[in-house]
């Protein structure tokens, strides 16, 4: 799998950036993260119908722009730099994923074209009170009612969940798992945003008590179709995690050029001008990982997918905190304070390498890939 | 006859005309590669005359695949001359005299003179521009006293390449001279330097009272430094241009030597937590070959970024982790060693079983933070040159060098 952007991409990835060095300055996260809906809808809308960003990987019959797993990725990368407040990584990424994998071709022609528009704000609830992000820890029911179906029980730290319009649910039936659509106005539906440690990240309880959903997943098992979905949110939640090292990368090394003590810049004094370096060398070692999990989320192995997501979620989690935890202490007590950003940076990567799997889980689970 | 005008074809009927009047299969190494320099296909960015035919050095492939396909007996230039073929070569034909380049570079391709490169001291290492062999001139010599170390292969060497202070009154960097030395001038003494492994791959040189003749001097006096950089980036090119198999390489000794355990020797909590670390080394591994792999990619682009300069870094700190590794998944296994395992030259029969290699490799490791380079001095090129953090504040500049302190 050779990793290389075209010229195209490098548009793109320009075009975004400076989309969101003007619609997600610092400003406006800590604005929008104060807020309980952590988004700002207009942003939103510009984002689908100006820059078509929300349907990149939607096909383009679907309403969408057509495009690959390494768009999504060049767009995660640059919201991740910025911190950007909205629920990309929710519906375009996780929903959009696991209805182009799950969904028939009636329920994706229904559900697709409104996630592209930007009208449709949709999730994906997997992790139960485990929070565990793996498909073979699902065990919440759903019971045949009828044509329809019903779902009992609790869905955690389910991203977006409290705003989402639609939420796509695994759940078990007596043919295996499958995926069920619930309406975010659906009776017998309780949700309630988590305070979270990461302010710019919003997540949710979702309690289902009977509560009416549809079947989008057919009668087959959605077993390997979620774990793929997985794969993909694992490299899209990777190649982010490298935006921000890299940001973190960049702030430190700037405030080191400047920054005077006893009569000289702090980047000369090798232990600052070292831990630099160390998060040069991390940074390159997670872009190396991400950009190659996001082409095999683009290619068909999914094999190559599977070692490939747990790599990238296993060092640039790893990468990513570690330049933001350095990034505090080259800035010594400003970097402490409220005001700068850079704890802000220090909660997402945190909050980040817990999504979808901690570093432990996924190196557990590559070993045994490796039959290691 | 114009150089841009030698086509591939050209280039392979011209290796065949060196096999029809010599065929490595039937004549001897010095024969066959003395005909190969002459035919100019010995180095062919080289200029005519001194082993090339001033192509671009992307060439040399064509010459060696088509000897490949019609020759069993295949020299490798690194088991027959490293350091000469590698480093001296350039060296000499960038700033050596008329003389050395008529007479030294046909028999540095052919492994007849064996060469060393004689830089590094006991109060030099990370610092070499303070070296403080002394040079002085007397008449039509120069006359030399001081210490070399870590030489490869000055025991079996020809001629060295020396750098030495000829004017310990200028700042460092304006007082040394280049020079060529012939290896058995009396005065020279080459004794081994055995290492933490007990073998000597290097050497330690004593220098007492030698002789040099004045013309055998690299470019000017005073210019040593200019030379060495020539020699010194060769270096860099011969060690940086490696990427492994996915799974090659130390990664791959270290999976086998962890499958190989028997899962009885492990306490069972033990056990996964020494599992997370051998998968933890296993995906540095593939990221270090990927990074490498990237470098590639955007330096044929024509846009060379950081990834490239990370490497040594990062494969030298990660070498020593993947040893250290194997060393806990031997246990108590690694207790043990070779017996007699003290002084000596390299036996790589001696590490012929795996259990063998990976406590050789425990040991050798140590070095890779060192060589070319201290991981120290990495870091200081990465926050300097590609982050562009300022230097440190330095003593040692725009003074005579003879006033800058120096360990005893």
């Not at chain 1, 991203?159 to 043919?175: E, P, Y």
């Not at chain 2, 055998?216 to 940086?240: D, S, Y």
């Not at chain 2, 670390?277 to 792999?293: A, F, K």
Request: glycine fraction near 10%; charged fraction near 25%.
């Amino acid at each position: 799998m050779e990793v290389s952007f075209t010229s195209e991409h490098e548009e793109l990835r320009q075009t975004v950036r400076k989309f969101m060095q003007k619609e997600s300055t610092e400003q406006t996260v800590r604005n929008l993260m104060e807020t309980e809906r952590g988004y700002d809808a207009r942003t939103w809308e510009r984002m689908a119908s100006e820059l078509s960003l929300i349907g990149l990987a939607v096909p383009e019959k679907f309403g969408g722009a057509g495009y690959t797993a390494i768009e999504l990725g060049i767009v995660m990368e640059e919201m991740g730099r910025e911190l950007f407040c909205g629920p990309y990584l929710s519906t375009a990424v996780l929903a959009t994923s696991a209805l182009l994998r799950c969904a028939d071709d009636a329920a994706k022609a229904k559900l697709l074209p409104p996630i592209a528009s930007g009208k449709t704000i949709a999730t994906l609830a997997l992790a139960e009170e485990s929070g565990r992000y793996d498909v073979g820890a699902i065990a919440m029911r759903a019971t045949r009612d009828g044509a329809n179906w019903r779902l009992d029980g609790v869905k955690n730290y389910v991203l977006d969940g409290h705003i989402a319009d639609v939420v796509l649910v695994a759940a078990r039936t007596d043919t295996g798992l499958g995926l069920f659509q619930v309406e975010g106005s659906a009776p017998n539906f309780s949700r309630a945003s988590l305070p979270t440690l990461d302010l710019t990240r919003k997540l949710a309880r979702l309690t289902f008590n009977g509560t009416p959903a549809s079947l989008v997943s057919g009668n087959s098992d959605a077993t390997s179709a979620l774990e793929h979905v997985l794969g993909v949110g694992s490299a899209m939640l990777a190649v982010e995690q490298v935006g921000g090292s890299q940001r973190c990368l960049e702030m430190s090394t700037e405030y080191a050029k400047t920054r005077l003590q006893f009569g000289r810049p702090i980047g000369s004094f090798q232990a600052i001008k070292h831990k630099c370096a160390d998060m040069l060398v991390e940074t390159e070692f997670a872009r190396s990982a991400a950009y190659h999990a996001v082409f095999c989320a683009a290619g068909s192995d999914e094999n190559e997918l599977k070692s490939a997501s747990h790599m990238a979620r296993s060092y640039c989690s790893e990468a990513y905190f570690h330049a933001a935890a350095e990034n505090i202490q080259i800035h010594g007590g400003m970097g402490f304070t409220w005001e700068h950003p850079a704890h802000l940076y220090f909660k997402r990567a945190r909050a980040s390498s817990i999504l979808f799997g901690d570093p432990i889980e996924h190196r557990q689970k590559l070993g045994a890939l490796l039959n290691l | 006859m114009p150089k841009h005008e030698i086509t591939e074809t050209e280039l392979r009927g011209r290796v065949g005309k060196l096999l029809e009047e010599a065929h490595p299969d039937k004549v001897d190494q010095f024969t066959f590669r003395g005909k190969q320099f002459d035919h100019g296909l010995a180095w062919v960015h080289f200029p005519e005359g001194y082993g090339g035919l001033g192509i671009s050095p992307g060439m040399q492939a064509v010459v060696m695949d088509e000897l490949n396909r019609h020759a069993k007996t295949m020299y490798d230039d690194m088991a027959i001359n490293a350091i000469g073929i590698g480093m001296c070569a350039p060296t000499v034909l960038t700033h050596g005299t008329q003389w050395m380049k008529d007479n030294l570079l046909r028999r540095i391709f052919t492994g007849e003179d064996i060469w060393c490169q004689l830089f590094s001291e006991p109060g030099a290492g990370s610092d070499v521009a303070g070296l403080a062999t002394r040079a002085v001139r007397e008449g039509d010599y120069w006359v030399l006293n001081g210490q070399k170390v870590w030489t490869s292969l000055a025991h079996v060497s020809k001629w060295g390449m020396l750098l030495a202070r000829s004017n310990p009154d200028a700042p460092k960097h304006a007082g040394m001279s280049y020079f060529l030395l012939d290896m058995q001038s009396p005065g020279v003494e080459v004794r081994p330097l055995h290492q933490i492994t007990g073998e000597a791959e290097f050497n330690e040189v004593f220098l007492n009272d030698v002789k040099i003749p004045a013309d055998r001097v690299f470019g000017r006096e005073g210019e040593g430094w200019k030379g060495a950089i020539t020699t010194l980036m060769n270096e860099r090119t011969a060690i940086g241009g490696a990427v492994s198999r996915p799974g090659g390489g130390a990664i791959g000794l270290l999976v086998d030597l962890w499958k190989s355990r028997d899962r009885k020797r492990f306490m069972p909590e033990a056990e996964i937590v020494l599992r997370d670390r051998v998968v933890r080394l296993y995906i540095e591994s593939e990221l270090l070959r990927m990074t490498v792999q990237r470098a590639k990619v955007a330096r044929k682009a024509g846009n060379p970024g950081p990834e490239g300069s990370v490497a040594k870094l990062a494969q030298a700190e990660l070498n020593k982790r993947i040893w250290e590794c194997a060393m806990d998944v031997l246990g108590a296994d690694s207790l043990t060693y070779e017996a007699g395992y003290e002084r000596r030259r390299p036996n790589f029969k001696s590490r012929e079983t795996r259990l063998a290699l990976a406590k050789y490799q425990f040991l050798r490791a140590r070095a890779n933070s060192i060589e070319g380079g201290t991981s120290e001095v990495m870091r200081n090129i990465l926050g300097e040159r590609v982050l562009g953090l300022p230097g440190e504040p330095r003593s040692d500049k725009d003074v005579p060098w003879k006033d800058i302190p120096r360990s005893a």
